[in-house]
């Protein structure tokens, strides 16, 4: 299965950016980054996700680095209704060319007011 | 058009009962997904359906546990005889069909399951 690796807490401030950063190494060429979000007592939300080439969508930007073994989440302006569980996942490619998540620990990201 | 939705939204059972958790994928999508989170912890996969096909079950307890997604009505994922140990919450997933590979899933709001 391919893995990554993010640290287990961050904190920003309301209203800064915050980067969220997840590595991950043993990545495939194949191997879409994909970025979702867990708030207390819900289900996951997706964030935003790319192969090679930074993204930008109305919630988030997503920065992946040229040799694509790391990667980057970028909120642009925190607010209080971000603090969630953050989570970097690969598709995990499956012999019948179908996929399925597997999740990590992600980062818990507590914003200060 | 509806998201993924899951119930019941909480269900308590009695050691040794069964519990039945239902999963209706978002309208187009063939594809569902199940995982199961314990408190503090991560999700962990438990099994990847098609319609009338398990695709991957790699993640299931080989007892006890089961999973269907028949060619009509929503999938369900099946508990026999449960304990303590099960209590968690369980999260279904749906995404459209195979060979689209730049497509994201979407989650349900979960079943939390509490056997007392």
């Known amino acids: 299965d391919a893995k990554t690796t993010q640290p287990n807490s961050m904190e920003s401030n309301e209203e800064e950016p915050v980067h969220l950063p997840c590595n991950h190494s043993?990545?495939?060429?194949?191997?879409?980054i994909h970025w979702y979000r867990q708030l207390p007592s819900q289900g996951p939300e997706y964030v935003i996700h790319?192969?090679?080439s930074n993204v930008n969508n109305r919630m988030a930007s997503l920065a992946i680095a040229e040799d694509r073994k790391s990667s980057t989440l970028i909120l642009h302006r925190a607010t209080l209704r971000d603090a969630a569980v953050y989570y970097c996942?690969?598709?995990?490619?499956?012999?019948?060319?179908?996929?399925?998540?597997?999740f990590g620990t992600g980062t818990r990201l507590k914003v200060l007011a | 058009n509806a998201g993924v939705m899951q119930n019941p939204r909480h269900l308590v059972r009695r050691r040794g009962q069964e519990a039945r958790l239902r999963c209706s994928p978002m309208?187009?999508?063939?594809?569902v997904y199940w995982y199961r989170q314990l408190p503090e912890e991560g999700l962990k996969f438990m099994v990847y359906?098609?319609?009338?096909?398990?695709?991957?079950e790699s993640g299931m307890p080989k007892e006890r546990f089961s999973a269907e997604f028949p060619k009509e009505g929503p999938s369900i994922l099946r508990i026999q005889q449960v304990v303590r140990g099960d209590s968690a919450a369980y999260f279904c997933?749906?995404?459209?069909?195979?060979?689209?590979?730049?497509?994201?899933?979407?989650f349900g709001q979960g079943t939390r399951l509490t056997v007392v």
């Open positions: 997933a749906s995404s459209p069909g195979a060979g689209i590979m730049n497509t994201e899933a979407f």
């Open positions: 043993t990545i495939s060429g194949t191997d879409y």
């Open positions: 790319g192969l090679t």
């Open positions: 996942i690969l598709r995990d490619n499956l012999a019948s060319g179908t996929y399925k998540y597997i």
């Open positions: 309208k187009g999508h063939s594809h």
């Open positions: 359906l098609q319609k009338e096909n398990i695709i991957d």
